[in-house]
């Protein structure tokens, strides 16, 4: 009996060490399940919990959101979430696709902006002419790309700094000088914490004193950090990275600064990903209407080779064109971020007089050239009864609808042939999320299928509509 209570004790004590065990994974993508004993600037010291040993990764081995959260956890770093609010802004873009997010200097009404804008974009003010944007919303701005670190803590201390001797007031303001990375303020306001209360939150002042007096011997890595944040919110990511690259190069670098550079590289890289995702989603179309615009212009192109193309390189077409214009990986980067892409209203292509090209013969066609013939044979018929047989009859002519070929080269309308060509590659091409369809009635037939004639003898005669061929509507598509 005392060695099943020994067991079970032992069983339980081992469950309970799993129940409070931590979750890392790193970035290789490898889980972990390990107590965390304790973390300095270099790593974190684990002990694994099936075997009973323990060692240290060091922190660019673990996956950012992980690092993070012990980080905060074991008084490395705050938790700065929430210090720092997104300003209500604009997000603004001009002709030549310069894309900016900023802060307006005055008030204004975006549906009438003033023909000079000027907005607050790092920690500057730039005038954008009215005539030089393409397109102008509201957006949530965050605070550092629209203004400097110092800008911010100077407004936060006009909105009221606190006294001396004003405990919170002062714990407030070091957190929020920590959150924008003003150390020098950052310093001044812990040391006043201290002095007017020595236990306050003693050990987390102390480790962020450390942290900010290591931050503020290193301005010139500071400042180039805070420069390639900078430009990766002007969207300029190839220079952004390239200064976070030389930065982590640094012989010597301080652990802390290390770290910093290495969780901006990461949301560099998670924001140039966001940005050039929306890119593709916005400009893929835009790509598609000039491709598909320039073939329809093209007097010498096919109906099937136009088929062949649309169905077969039109997409590679415009994922190498945007590639090109913005230096991206085809294959890796614009291809997965196009599979990637949220598109909430659909845009809408129809197959207008030539739907009967992918609808086929219309319902109803045989009979209504039986009828047709029908019709003809009654009216030869009467003409031999009047005329006593004595003159020859004639044969009425109606008009005939066009061969799928002839209507593609006889069409002088290169607009609707360009929609055409959008609705086919809607459905053909593979690429596009056909989500729904729509009909338009026949506007030379009025949804009939059939246009009337007169026969010599007065009699109405059936003709199966020449430009919906008895379709009675064009085909519409809705896509994304």
Known sequence: MRQWLLTCCAFLFVLSGFLHADEITLTDGRYLQVKCMEANERGVKVHLLETGGEFWIPWDLIRAEDRKALRVRFQLESDDSGLVPPEQGLRLVTLDGGEHLGVPVADFDVQNPPDEITLW?????????????RFLEVSEVPALAAFTPEQLYQRRVKDGGPTADDLQ?????????VAVEEPDAAIRHLLAVRQVDGEFQAEQVTKLLA?????????????????AK?????NRYPASLAMLDDILGTAGLAPMLKAQAEMTREFVIKRRWEHYRQVVRREYFEFMNARIGKMSRDEELTLRDAQRDLRSNLHNLIIGDIAAKHGLDAKNEVQKMFEERVVHAPYAASYVSGSFIVLGRAPGAQEREQALQQALARSLAQQQR???GGQQP??????????ADEWWMKLSDSGARGDWMKAYYAENGRQLKVAGERKLDCDRCGATGTIKFGGAQGEVIPVTCPRCHGHKTDKGVLYK
Do not use: C, H
């Not at 974009?121 to 944007?133: N, Q, R």
């Not at 007031?169 to 000088?177: K, T, Y």
């Not at 942290?211 to 420069?227: C, T, Y």
């Open 394 to 403: 004639t044969m009425p002519k109606f008009p005939k609808p066009a061969t």
């Open 169 to 177: 007031g002062n714990w407030d303001l070091a957190r929020f000088a």
């Open 230 to 234: 900078q430009e990766a919110y002007y």
């Open 386 to 388: 009047s005329s006593g």
């Open 121 to 133: 974009i790092g920690g500057k003010e730039m005038a954008f002419k009215k005539s030089t944007v």
């Open 211 to 227: 942290r900010m007096e290591e931050l503020a011997k290193d301005s010139r890595v500071r400042n180039a950090i805070r420069a």
